[in-house]
């Protein structure tokens, strides 16, 4: 009674889906989360008779052939890097990239992380920094002096000293864009790493080629859309009480043979 693992693989494969769409949905309001989505593929098959096996000596042969399939499996859960909406937030620190890039975040074991979070801080040391207190890259120093921070379009920051009138620069904010950005491998805290699916970091002054412009004072929200998970995990339901139902029929299936006398 192969139905029974088939269906077995279908319920294992939409509790996945559901637990994807619940980890979506969690992070509806996470600044630049992307949403994921799982890919399935077709298992082997078993072939009771073979596709284009000879059926006489005159050359017939099978046209079509009896193939099985065994069931369901994950492919791949990979994220959709749509575009998420841009909320303001009144925070000067705070940047938000439209269009392609990642910001660079310098980890304390010394790789780079990517991150389309732009929430920033000022560190005790004067430093630009993530909410964790991890560095962005190239380090940018904002003098304790300063009175304002302004970071423009091309990521080019600039402050204002008391009692000047010309704002000064005091460094640039560089992107990295990839040539497979869904290959990079998500460490949680918003982080993500390079792979040798997404390709080597390729870092950029913003608005130049495919990089993304910047946006001071806003943060790019999640690109979670609530009625399409809703909807989308109502399918993955039905999907999940069809394959349990396979599984009761199987086994009343198995029941009427045993009670064969």
Do not use: C, W
Not at 5 to 21: K, R, S
Not at 84 to 104: H, K, M, W, Y
Not at 184 to 210: C, D, F, H, V
Not at 230 to 257: C, F, H, P, W
């Amino acid at each position: 009674m192969r139905a029974l693992n088939v269906a077995a693989t279908g319920m294992m494969a939409q509790q996945l889906f559901v637990e994807t769409i619940s980890n979506n949905i969690a992070n509806m309001t996470t600044t630049g989360y992307k949403r994921r989505r799982p890919e399935f593929q077709d298992l082997l098959y078993q072939s009771q008779r073979r596709i284009g096996s000879t059926t006489s000596d005159a050359g017939t042969v099978v046209p079509t052939g009896v193939q099985v399939g065994l069931g369901v499996k994950t492919a791949a859960v990979y994220r959709i890097h749509d575009q998420g909406d841009l909320v303001s937030t009144s925070n000067p620190l705070d940047v938000a990239i439209q269009g392609e890039g990642f910001f660079v975040i310098d980890l304390p074991d010394g790789r780079e992380a990517y991150t389309r979070s732009g929430h920033f801080q000022i560190s005790p040391d004067g430093i630009l920094v993530n909410s964790d207190g991890y560095e962005l890259m190239p380090g940018i120093q904002i003098p304790a002096e300063a009175i304002e921070v302004t970071i423009n379009q091309f990521g080019v920051v600039q402050i204002k000293l008391a009692g000047q009138v010309e704002s000064v620069e005091v460094g640039r904010i560089e992107l990295a864009t990839f040539v497979n950005p869904v290959g990079l491998e998500a460490i949680g805290n918003n982080l993500l790493l390079e792979t040798t699916s997404s390709g080597p970091a390729n870092i950029q002054a913003p608005g130049t080629e495919q990089t993304g412009t910047l946006l001071q004072g806003f943060v790019e929200s999640s690109n979670v859309d609530p009625i399409l998970e809703m909807t989308t995990l109502i399918t993955a339901q039905r999907a999940y009480d069809l394959n349990s139902k396979v599984i009761s029929a199987g086994d009343e299936m198995m029941a009427s043979v045993t009670r064969l006398r």
